[in-house]
Each structure stands twice: as C-alpha cells, then as structure tokens.
C-alpha cells in the first residue's frame, strides 16, 4: 500500500499543489474580480496536503524528484501537445529552434572504437585549423576517446562548449606517421533546416526542409535565390517527415507565395484573442508555379504552410494526408531552467477549418493514429479517408478542403513498397547499406574526393559495379544474396547505397539528386510540373 502510495497518489497531490500555485498566480494578476480571501483558501488547502507530506510522511520526499514526476502527470491530464521540458532536455530544444549550437564543427561516426569524422563545416572551428573528413578523434584534452566504446554523446558532450572556449583535439590521419594535435576555439555551429536545394530539370527546383527554426526562412530565401540563377521556374517544396517548429518560419515562407493581403491563417483560443497573419508585397515567389509534398508524419508549422497554399488556391499539395496537429504552444519558464509548453489557442486554416485531430476519447488512440490509418488501409487508397460532410469547407477557388484531422492532399500518392522485400528489410535492419557507404569512403576518399557532384559520383560507382562489392559485404555480415526478394530489391538497394556514398562525400547534395530514382512522390510531383 505504501509503494502504491509513493508511486501513484503522492505524484498527483504535488502535481495538484503545484498547478493551484500556478492558476493562483495567474488569477490574481489577470482576475482582479476574484476575491483573494476565496482563492487563497483553496490554495492554502492543497498547500496543507503539500506539508503533511513533507513533515508527517514517514519516509523522506525528494521535493525534485516529486516535481520531475509529477509534472508531467498534470499536464497528461491536458491535450497530447501540453509538455513539461527539463532544465537539461531545454537546452537540445533551444538549439533545434535556434538553429544553431556551440561547438568545433564537425560530424562523427562512433560505430566502431573509435569516433571517425565523416564531414567538417566548411568555414567552422575545426575547418581553420585543417581537421578533415577521414580523421580519427584519439584525445580530447587529456581523455584518450579511441578504444572506449563511449556513447556518442559523451563525446559530443566533450566536444561542445561555449563560444571562446578551447579544446584540445589529437587526430590521427591515415598516411601521417603521428599524432596530430590542434587547439580548436569552438564557436556556434548552424544546424541547417534545409537539408538541399537543387535543379531537378531545367525549370523546376526542389527544396527539402526538415523542420522550421529561426534561421529556416532565411535558408529558404537563400536557396530560392540560388535556384533562381538557375533558371527556376517551378518549385517542389519537400516537407516529408517534417515535424513542424516554429510558426513564424512557415508563414514567411508562405508569404512569398501570395499576392499582398492574403490571410495566411489564424489563431484563437479561450484566453487568447484571435490573431490573423496577412501576406505583404514582398513575395520573391509569386510568380513560382508551386508544389508542396507531405506525408503523415508532415506536422504544425508544415501544416500551416499546406493549408494556407492549398486554401488560397496557390498550389498543388501531393503525397498523404499529414499529421493532423493544429494546436498552438507557448512555453512558461521555471526557475530551473526547465518549461512548460502549454496549449494556448488553435491554429485555423484561411478557410476557417480546424486541422487537429480528436484527441479528447483516448490518448492511446491520438498516439496510434497512424498505425491504425496505416492498417485501415489510409497509406495505399485514397478511398480508404473519410471526412464527415461538416468538416467540409471551400476555398475561394471552389476547390473542397476537409477540416478535422490533417491536410489532404490534392493528388494522393500511396506508400511505395516497390522494391520491398525480406532482403531489403534484412538489410535494413542490419545496417549494412550505412556501414558499407562509410567504410568505402574512408578506403576510397582521395578517388572519391575528385568527384564534385551527384552525377560525377553516381556515374563513377556504376562504372566499377559497387553493388557488387556491396553483396560480399552484406553476406559477410549476414545478409545472404539468397535472400528471398535479392532481385526484386536490387536497383531499390544499390540506389540507397551510391546515395549514402554521395552523401558520405559531398553531404545532402550528393544523397538527394541520386535517391530521387527511386522517389515515387517526388517523380509524380516533377511529371505533375512538366505537363502543367
């Protein structure tokens, strides 16, 4: 009874304490019809629940501990998007949104004993100092980091810093009898939002963004002006797998579509009055014929960007229906250094239609909403979505949009399973494409580094027949070529692997104009622009 007691009840009181605190303070400043007498009462109650416990329980309560658990446990009680961040958790979060974090610059693979760069931020830290692709992390300061099997993100810890401080760093470089040991002044590092931008054709360009920071607008802009040197005229915007983030980011981006004046959406909630974005004139896009690829994992801000070109009637979204989330966050600090980000309002499309799926019956159900949109059969029919005729709403062009759970997408591409079989799970799920790419790059790096684009690299492992080399690798680790499903899988698997290659030496712009080959959504979206 006790251990129940510690575990369930004791949880819940504090999170009760904790929150009264919270509303108190609020009503007292935003309530002045309140009487203080009536709320105090009711807060002194709960405070006396809160000092039983921490004076009569009979064993000693962690007040921390109590909070870390407890916490969350109110806040479960809420809407699915309602979080509580630790103090140590805000600092990862921070950095996602800012776009950038303190460090030397570089990434590293830790598969093996020893944390191998593969890539070095061209004008960062360690690039000064001439840290290159291929090196190998031996120290750090005076902690030997080869051979240990640490985590890789003890050695990310021990990397990173603040801006000004010093590392230490020895390296040992293939061909290079010694050590080599540079001091490394670390200083912010992007973490880029757009993962590529490149011409597809002659006419169209495709940009990938993988979440919405507060650098993501301007790394849009700047790839726009690059795809306009080159002619472009029609634009894939990829928002596949993309989470969401910050609102302002989408809403720019949907800005340089539109003619001035165009609502881009709006937000309300109980003690949030409702908020309209508008387009200006500033649009560098207006004259861009656009395309927006989503999937079901396309979420919040990706949301915000589909609906407002799908309700002004300003492109054309293609892939699947996305997430569904259609809430609006705003983070309250505490005194630790840790947030609760709460719902405050909700996002409405131009249209007026709400987008957040049901949440209210069961959580459960909210968290496995796309595994049961995938065994209802959601991923390969179009027919398989329903909406009911109240969630129905028009856009100014006469085009039917649906509220209520997600955006639909004007044409509907199925999951792609070309190519799927227990070869390819097998090799999948053992890592063997990843694992051959890196290590045949850090044999192969001086052949490999004369190649400066996709097409030169693609070209050069198809004239050497890699996938052979792969097939003696993959049955050396297990996955033999007698698998069932080796040919079927062939051109799926050899294509992933020139593309980790590529992207092993020339980063996203040699994976993504080489994956395109087999990109279903992507090659519907090009044959889509070109016959338009």
Known sequence: MINKFNKIYLPIIFAVVLIAGILLGKALNNNPHNSYAHLYGSADKLGKILDYIE????????????????????LEE???????ISAKEMKHVSEDLRGNFEGIGVVFNNQTDTAIIISVITGGPSDKVGVLPGDRIIM???????????????????????????????????????????????DKIPLYSVDVSYMVDEDIGYIKINRFAETTYQEFIDGVDKLKKKNLKKLIVDLRGNTGGVMIAATSIADQFLDAGKLIVYTQG?????????????GVCKDVELVILQD??????????????????????????????????????????????LTIARYYTPTGRSIQKPYTEDKDHYYNDLAER???????????????????????GGNIVYGGGGIMPDI????????????????????????????????????????????????YLESINIFDQFVDFAEENGVSRTTTGFKKSKHLVNTQLKANIARNVIDNDGFYPIIEDVDKTLKIAIKYLEEK
């Open 55 to 74: 004076t009569r329980y009979v064993d000693t309560v962690s007040r921390s501990k109590l909070e870390e658990s407890a916490i969350p446990a109110m």
């Open 78 to 84: 809420l809407d699915p998007h309602s979080v509580y």
């Open 140 to 186: 750090v300061d005076d902690s030997l980091i080869a051979g240990q099997k640490l985590p890789s993100n003890d050695v990310v810890g021990m990397l990173k810093g603040e801006k000004g401080t010093k590392v230490k760093v020895s390296l040992e470089r293939k061909n290079v009898p010694d050590l080599i040991e540079v001091e490394i002044i670390r």
């Open 270 to 282: 109980k003690a949030s009055p409702k908020q309209d974005i508008f387009s200006t004139a500033r």
């Open 412 to 459: 509907f591409v199925p999951l792609d399973t070309t190519g799927y079989s227990k070869y390819y799970v097998e090799t999948v799920r053992k890592g063997v494409v990843y694992n051959f790419a890196f290590q045949y790059v850090d044999n192969n790096r001086r052949e490999l580094n004369k190649y400066k684009n996709a097409h030169e690299i693609n070209t």
């Open 374 to 396: 995938y065994h209802n059969g959601e991923f390969s029919e179009a027919d398989s979505i329903h909406f009911a005729d109240s969630l129905k709403y028009v856009t100014p």
């Open 296 to 341: 079901e994992f396309s979420a919040s801000a990706s949301e915000i960007l589909a609906g407002a070109i799908q309700d002004n009637d300003r492109g054309t979204i293609i892939g699947r229906r996305s997430f569904g989330k259609g809430l609006v966050q705003e983070p309250y600090p505490l005194a630790d250094g840790s947030v609760i980000r």
